[in-house]
């Protein structure tokens, strides 16, 4: 069990006793709140949980943590003391610290991947761009979390299934194969009027190049409408191709590609409406078919299927909704961008409208990013003078720092991506600090080596007395009960901040402890610390898709 949570237990059956003993009286107990305190001399863990319990207690503070504290009796707690006006603090006996790290080290590079989840499928759904063009920097915050929000949640043991949902039927499409037609018809000498919305991207300009040094004037005498729905295809799968090519460079990979024409094939979006009509969730209006939303708690009904017969991009986004709980997902998670949060009413509503439970769909909002550079703002990409794209961001960047920038801030704030930073190679730049860290024990590891100092089956770990050696046992120690927490919450960017707060202990560790030209005994037993600390950090950027490379 970890440290915290035998600390929660203690604490918890202890209240309860107390409450059992007439010392306070309380219907409900607060959550118990664990942390470490800025300064050793006040213990290793302190809880404020008197004070939340107060006001339901009716009873003060220091009252209740007296009651609490002459209660615990546990062997492996030093002892326990109250601060202020009922802050308990609480020293541990070092067997407890051993023990965790006895523990850690048995475990190896598994360690902070937890049992898995029984009962609960969820399926994640992020990033899901228009194939119109290239991915920019906004997607790439989208990707880089999603991935990252994938791998966490897999360590720490929920089902989940990753998925794009390519958005290739619709206006979108018509217009990037108009806006393809156009160029490649320009490009063989023809005037021709640009269409309203149509896609003015350098990138439409090359695919068009492509058909014409591919294909010639093949399809100048084509019809119209059959050359639209010859482009429409070729200029689809080179997008496509382009976009995960894009996504693989930058260590996001999709469990499954759901292609919206499906739902169109399968007629799922015709069945979902006339399945609403049945269970009138639906109704007709001027010749349209709208959704009940407001019955569901949106602030409006909504079109679903426009007087003209054609299907609102809400009608498709509930049979794809509908399609994934069939496919017997418990929760849905969805990754949109902010302009999206309007949306989440609609969408819930319609899950409602199906019989489903509203909470099914959970929906993470990412905020925007802006990128510095020399501590100005950059709004256009230097090679086309439109966004900055992903493809050039890694270029910029590499895919590490990229990927690290983008996750180390919750998703709630916007983010300000200094791109000077992200180059830099000092430890002022996060993630080369936490590279750095990794590489450094790396090369420990092969100095012992050289030195030919050997670890014992059972080093004496009661040899690590040192105040940096106990703090990066307990920063370990708490890793465990961080990916539970994390992934609980949603929130990579807590993996990020764990893994950089491990390294600086590491940092302030190897500045004061000598490894080599020390005792054997300590020797052997700081480099199964370290190497527990490289699997540690080994593991977390693992989640984060950041490398941990053994030289820089």
């Known amino acids: 069990m970890d440290i915290k949570d035998l600390l929660n237990h203690a604490i918890y059956d202890a209240a309860q006793q107390a409450i059992a003993d007439g010392a306070f009286n309380a219907e409900t107990l607060p959550q118990i709140i664990l942390e470490v305190p800025p300064q050793k001399e006040f213990g290793d863990y302190a809880t404020n949980f008197a004070l939340q319990a107060a006001k339901a207690a009716r009873t003060k503070p220091r009252t209740i943590a007296e009651a609490i504290v002459k209660r615990l009796k546990e062997d492996w707690l030093e002892k326990a003391e109250i601060a202020g006006p009922g802050f308990i603090n609480f020293y541990l006996k070092a067997d407890v610290i051993y023990d965790k790290l006895a523990a850690i080290i048995a475990v190896g590079e598994n360690y902070g991947t937890l ?112 050359r639209l729905n010859v482009f429409k295809e070729l200029a689809l799968q080179e997008k496509l191709a382009a976009l995960k090519e894009d996504l693989a460079a930058f260590n996001v990979q999709f469990d499954v590609w759901f292609s919206e024409r499906t739902l169109h094939q399968a007629n799922a979006i015709q069945e979902t409406c006339d399945f609403l009509l049945g269970n009138g969730n639906i109704y007709k209006k001027d010749g349209a078919l709208w959704l009940k939303s407001t019955a569901y708690g949106d602030d409006k009904d909504r079109v679903v299927i426009r007087d003209n017969g054609v299907p609102t991009y809400l009608a498709a986004d509930i049979a794809y909704h509908r399609n994934k709980l069939e496919r017997g997902f418990s929760t849905l998670i969805n990754i949109w961008g902010a302009d999206h949060h309007g949306y989440i009413c609609r969408v819930k509503a319609a899950i409602e409208a199906m019989g489903y439970e509203g909470k099914a769909l959970e929906v993470l909002i990412l905020q925007m990013v802006s990128l510095y550079q020399n501590g100005e703002l950059v709004k256009m990409s230097k090679r086309t003078g439109q966004s900055v794209t992903l493809s050039e961001l890694i270029e910029e960047v590499g895919t590490d720092a990229a990927r690290f920038f983008f996750i180390m801030r919750s998703i709630d704030s916007q983010l300000d991506f200094d ?37 014992a089956a059972k080093p004496d770990l009661t040899r690590l007395t040192m105040p940096a050696e106990i703090d990066l046992i307990k920063k370990m120690a708490d890793y465990e009960d961080e990916i539970a927490y994390a992934a609980k919450e949603r929130a990579p960017h807590r993996i990020a901040r764990y893994v950089h707060e491990l390294a600086g202990a590491f940092h302030s560790f190897y500045n004061q402890c000598r490894i080599m030209g020390v005792e054997p005994e300590i020797a052997e037993a700081r480099l199964v610390l370290v190497g527990a600390v490289k699997n540690t950090i080994h593991h977390a950027l693992t989640i984060l898709g950041v490398s941990a490379p053994e030289k820089m």
């Open 419 to 455: 791109l000077d930073l992200a180059k830099s190679k000092s430890n002022e730049n996060p993630v080369y600090y936490i590279q750095y860290a990794h590489a450094r024990i790396c090369s420990i590891f092969r100095q012992a080596e050289e030195a030919g100092l050997n670890i």
């Open 115 to 226: 049992d898995k989840k029984q009962g609960e499928r969820i399926q994640l759904e992020y990033v899901s761009a228009n194939p119109t063009g290239p991915l920019h920097v906004g997607h790439g915050r989208g990707a880089a979390v999603g991935s990252a929000l994938v791998n966490l949640m897999r360590a720490a043991g929920y089902d989940v299934q990753s998925e794009y949902y390519i958005n290739d039927a619709g206006n979108q499409i018509d217009n990037l194969a108009a806006s393809v037609n156009v160029r490649y018809l320009e490009l063989l000498g023809q005037t021709v009027e640009f269409p309203e919305n149509g896609y003015h991207g350098q990138d439409i300009v090359a695919t068009a190049q492509r058909i014409v040094d591919g294909y010639g004037d093949k399809y100048l005498k084509m019809d119209a409408s059959e």
